[in-house]
């Protein structure tokens, strides 16, 4: 029998499950996939938005702004790439600018600094933005984060501190009886008091388990271009356009990888896992793109994706009891600006849902970091020297393009939640994230998840359920 | 910090030729880097045949070619250190490598030879619609899996891309027990050797669909279906004309892209061929640092990566005797019809020969190739058909270049009426 049970290890399941973690609570995390922070978290901007742009009094600007202060902190503790580059709204018409001005106040409403730039000023800062500036808000406290390891690290530093992680089950059923909770997994069954419901874009069907709901949510796919890290100074901000009522528009930003961003569509779709991208989708992201930052080195292009975001039908994110049971808790809807919000959202579901049902306690041996991860690229030769000599494996490259050393993935596979599949390990340690994406070392990336985990190197995963890299082992003579 | 007369990056057909006639040519204090646990790069997985033609008369497999060299290399006693990835380098010939046993070293070079080859094009640089599935695979790496490790990457294949590895892994996999349904060139023309179409598609079977490309991929974990389509000569697909192939893998080869990071790191000059711009001597912008072999400009036939990386240990030998003087500087501009020429300077002089090596646009018939300075034309060669999948190699004599009037030459094709 669990204290808390929480489906889904998304970025939001992930940070309650970390914030829970520091009280005398028993608490399993149960998710579908093979690999947590796999799906939405997976696959989005990465930026943590000022939060100047939420309608005032919303969960989401609330939520925005307070995440938004708490990722210093949070970087530090589950070291990772995070750098407060800021952001620009970029006007580029007359009408534009007076948009800017009311963005502006509600910044402030927001409690937000900004700062309206000229297009002088707007164009020192950013020299490759469209001529056509009129004026720019700037939002110095937004940021660029590394969103895959964000929810590896806080799982990590959950399961650390005692959280149960079950992977690669989904939730079919849930009963409640006795003021239990049976969690009915594709695996086995879970008790537990409360249940917290972070199940992303499947939250809506997890919360009919339960009762009808009043909600709804709407699948809505982002396509991107992935930059190489060509040079640095095309663009030094997160460089947006005005919002619309379609979402924040197209961005161009620097990621925390030094690489480029350029994205997202905004679509609404049927299929939840649909996770496709066409080529019309991308021209005209392409087009709206170049509107701003009329320069951007297309044939650097190294990968496109898409991540599909759950967009409520309350235009705010839905954080709550359930209508009929007060020991189940729905976090849903959670789209953009979700990231940034969630540390925040795990703070608010605790302070005012989770603790009306426990008698929180701190544990005392709470350990709010994870182990050290070593970054050989980001060493100096010293450092590096001291580490290969311990250990040798730290020496010897895999990925030659992002230049990730045999030693960095052993010490992921030897962690609370190591990668099973080979974009486990690319998501994790960059191995195949390069120009050459994985051609090189992907190979080598398999025998070793193959001869770690003790099977044939066709049992091995690039990413999801049936998707094995090899077919069959060749005649042996 | 340790010095070296000469380090060369990359172990394979280009480096190792390089390392040989530096050797040859008076250079004793060589070192090669080399990545991967032997040398010999790429052609290590190129079981097949039809490699050595030119430079040995016979038809080699890749590994027998490449061994020819690496024992050349250690009866020289030239030394090379494997396993061991250069991290970077400087404008002052500084080279930082790392490996397990040395750790991370700094050597400071008298001379650099970049041999570090080429990578394949990947799904995402050419910007594949679709589902992003497992199965998706370029050609190259197939080949890894299937040469060196044992593993099969799939059983139903299409293929995208006439390059010659995919034609290659055709054959490859076909012998392996997988079908192959068909390979699908977005261009009107092959971009792969004849020689290769013939012993691997033709002989098996295959068809080969010309302006076609990828509409799609379909699948949930794997790929399912590849929906291929007619493009029209501004490359856009033709509505109806949708092919469905129900298969589990999608090859690609797609294209060689010079794998330079190193010399892009610090802002060498790049040319069309995205690897560095060279001078007569296969010399960068960067006195004292020379590419050859595939991360130049990628070749056809290894025979003539060698004779490349030959070039290169030459000049570098020459440059760290100090014998190369820097009188003039000619640009060589590439005119009607040429892709790409190499090389992009003339800078030592012009009383040697120099070949220059070019591919053109697209394939065609009876022309001239006219060399021209200053608005004259100083050397015409009638070529009956060319391709853009064969490069091109024409000498000029110094008789000839003793013509060259002004600081610029262009070559370009002209048709004969």
Known sequence: MYDVIIIGAGVTGAMIARKLARFNLSIALLEKENDVGNITSNANSAIIHSGYDPV?????????????????????????????????????????????????????LNGVPTELLSKEQALELEPNLTSDTKGALLAPTAGIIDPFNLVVHAVENAVDNGVKLFLDQAVVDIEYQNSVFSVKTTKDTYQGKVVINAAGLHSDEIAKMIEPIDWSLTPRKGEYFVLDHYKLGLVNHTIFPLPSAKGKGVLVSLTSSNNYIVGPSSEPIQDKDDASTDAPTLAEIRRQATELVPSIPFNQVIRVFSGVRPTPSTHDFIIGFAKSNEHFINVAGIESPGLVSSPAIAEYVVDNFVSKLFNLEEKKDFNPRVRRYHRLNELSEEDRNALIKQNPEYGKIICSCEKVSLGEIKDLLARSV????????????????????????????????AEHFHVSPTAIKWDKDDSEILVEEVKVL | MRK?????????????????????????????????????????????????????????????????????????????????????????????????????????????????????????????????????????????????????????????????????????????????????????YSNGLNRNIA???????????????????????????????????????????EMEFECDTLLLSVGLIPYVSLLDNIDVKMSSTRGAMVNDQLETEVPGIFACGNCLHVHDVVDFVTDEGRDAGRSAARYILGEVKKTIKIKVNPGNGIGYVIPQYIETDLNHDITFKFRVRKPIKDVFVNFESNGEVFHKVIKPVLIPSEMVMIKVSKDKLANIKGEEISLYLEERK
């Open chain 1, 56 to 108: 005032p009094g919303t969960l989401k600007a609330k939520l925005n702004v307070l995440g938004n202060s708490m990722f210093d902190q949070i970087a530090d503790e589950l070291d990772v790439h995070f750098k407060r580059i800021g952001s620009m709204t970029i006007a580029t018409s007359d009408e534009q600018l007076e948009t800017l001005k009311e963005l502006k106040k509600r910044s402030e």
């Open chain 1, 418 to 449: 190591p990668p099973t599949t080979v974009k486990g390990v690319k998501r994790r340690c960059r191995a195949g994230f390069g120009k050459c994406q994985g051609g090189f070392c992907s190979p080598m990336v398999t025998m070793l998840l």
């Open chain 2, 4 to 188: 070296r007369d000469l380090v060369i990056i990359g172990g394979g057909s280009a480096g190792m030729a390089a390392a040989i006639e530096a050797k040859k040519n008076g250079i004793d204090d060589i070192l090669i880097l080399e990545k991967d646990s032997v040398l010999g790069g790429i052609l290590n997985q190129c079981i097949h045949n039809g490699f050595g033609l030119t430079e040995f008369k016979e038809e080699l497999t890749g590994p027998e070619y490449l061994s020819r060299f690496a024992e050349q290399v250690k009866e020289l006693g030239i030394e090379y250190k494997l396993d061991s990835l250069v991290l970077s380098i400087t404008r002052d010939k500084l080279v930082t490598y790392s490996n397990a046993v040395d750790g991370v070293v700094t050597l400071e070079a008298k001379a650099i030879i970049f041999a570090t080859g080429c990578y394949e094009r990947s799904p995402g640089a050419i910007q594949l619609s679709g589902d992003r599935v497992s199965g998706i695979i370029t050609a190259g790496t197939a080949q890894k899996y299937l040469n060196i490790h044992g593993y099969l990457a799939g059983k139903r294949i299409v293929i995208l891309g006439s390059g010659d590895i995919g034609l290659i892994m055709a054959r490859r996999m076909t012998l392996e027990g997988a079908k192959v349904l068909c390979v699908s060139e977005l261009m009107p």
């Open chain 2, 199 to 241: 012993q691997c598609l033709n002989d098996y079977n295959i068809p080969l669909y010309l302006s076609r490309s990828v509409l799609r991929v379909e699948g949930k974990g794997r790929v399912e279906k590849v929906v291929l389509a007619a493009v029209d000569d501004k490359m856009k697909f033709i509505p109806g004309t």
